[in-house]
């Protein structure tokens, strides 16, 4: 990889843990965090995220974004289209990304992003805020198997690929990628990138529910993502939604 500082773990609780940490302290911009397992490994809605040894990739990559905070949630949606490029060129596969972030294939989920921020303590002088991306990839199917909760909805890339997978190979395309992604961001390109998102967006056209963070449950028509990249539902009763968080489930498909 070029010059870049990344710290290698064996085991650690979180990436994304330990990259807020170091970067709390004071670690540059495009700094990588990656780990062989995590013992807490998490996902979006506080789920966890499976991150046994030699099973995925799992890495989180430190960004300074000069956005507002208002914009931070476009970053997950260009960091999951980084990923999902960064498979494409590698592999030779076509993956979808079911909104916001959620890399499907074959319609099963294969790798997920969480982004998170460090405090906003230097909102006030102007200094770009602290954004982590931590990206999980199943690279190859757990001894045993996947855990009866995950195995009806998770997959992994060597099902997907009749060549090697090298973790190394993919983890650098991924944040050459999502840095690439980033930077059409900051120029105040994100349209760019939601055609992009929107040629492998998952649910468009789709039946879906949405679980509020109320727990109201809405059953409708994925409209796709709108200009800012917030989802808009059509409900049975032609009422549009906007869901800013929450879980989608499309109808007949997977959970998270
Ligand atoms: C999701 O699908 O809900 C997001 C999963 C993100 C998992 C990755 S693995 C590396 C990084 N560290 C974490 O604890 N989570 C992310």
């Known amino acids: 990889m070029e010059t870049r500082n990344i710290i290698r773990l064996d085991v650690t609780e979180s990436t994304n843990s330990a990259a807020l940490e170091v970067g709390q302290l004071g670690a540059a911009a495009g700094t ?9 490994g998490r996902g979006r809605l506080n789920r966890s995220w499976l991150s046994l040894p030699g099973m995925g990739l799992y890495f989180t990559i430190i ?3 000069r956005l507002v905070p208002e914009q931070l949630p476009k970053v997950t949606l260009a960091a999951g289209l980084g990923v999902c490029k960064a498979v494409e060129t590698e592999y030779d596969v076509l993956p979808k990304i079911k909104w916001p972030n959620d890399l499907l294939l074959g319609g099963s989920k294969f790798a997920g992003i969480l982004s998170e921020t460090g405090s906003m303590q230097n909102e ?3 200094q770009a805020p602290l954004v982590v991306v931590g990206v999980g990839i199943n690279l190859f199917p757990p001894a045993g198997g996947f855990p009866a909760e995950l195995e009806e909805f998770a997959t992994t890339l060597s099902q997907h690929v009749y060549t ?17 992604e980033l930077q059409h961001l900051v120029t105040g390109d994100f349209q760019t990138i939601l055609k992009e998102w929107k040629q492998r967006d998952a649910s468009k056209d789709k039946n879906l529910t949405w679980v509020t963070p109320k727990g109201e449950k809405v059953t409708g028509v994925s409209l ?24 989608i489930k499309l109808v007949g498909n997977i959970p998270g």
């Open 32 to 40: 990588v965090v990656v780990a062989e397992t995590q013992t807490g």
């Open 224 to 247: 796709g993502p709108d200009a800012d990249g917030i989802l808009r539902i059509r409900d049975q009763a032609g009422a549009i939604h906007t869901v800013i968080s929450g879980d």
């Open 124 to 126: 006030s002088t102007g």
């Open 164 to 180: 090697g997978i090298s973790a190394e190979i993919l983890l650098e395309a991924c944040v050459l990628s999502i840095e690439k």
């Open 63 to 65: 960004l300074r974004p």
